[in-house]
Nanobody
């Protein structure tokens, strides 16, 4: 299984980007999908996640109010809409899939990398100064 993250690029301060996570031949609707990011020289950071049932979403403090995660089962895709981008949002963004975050009651698992079994290649986001 290979998840594919795309949509990264350069963004002016306050600008927007929409990242996409797809997986040809893989039923993403059966999994929770999360976004993580890793800036150069820093540890991986959780950003957002959507539960298996799509009835709950999770956001890190850095993402709340600016980023929105959504799922389109018809397109077999999950999106991360990023608004009000800042230079400190610069990182490689990864999507990941797992079954642990099934329901709202499982939200405590949403931000943990260990909750996800499948990872894709990242996409670079650069927030300009």
């Amino acid at each position: 299984v290979q998840l594919q993250a795309s949509g990264g690029g350069l963004a002016q301060p306050g600008g927007s980007l929409r990242l996409s996570c797809t997986a040809p031949g893989f039923g993403m609707h059966n999994f929770a999908i999360a976004w993580f990011r890793q800036a150069s020289g820093k540890e991986r950071e959780d950003i957002a996640a959507i539960s298996v049932r799509s009835d709950d979403t999770y956001y890190s403090e850095s993402a709340k109010g600016r980023f929105t995660i959504s799922r389109d089962n018809a397109e077999n895709a999950v999106y991360l809409q990023m608004n009000s981008l800042k230079p400190q949002d610069t990182a490689v963004y990864y999507c990941a899939a797992g079954a642990a975050y099934y329901h709202k009651r499982d939200r405590y698992l949403a931000g943990s990398p260990g909750s996800y079994d499948y990872w894709g290649r990242g996409t670079q986001v650069t927030g300009l100064q």
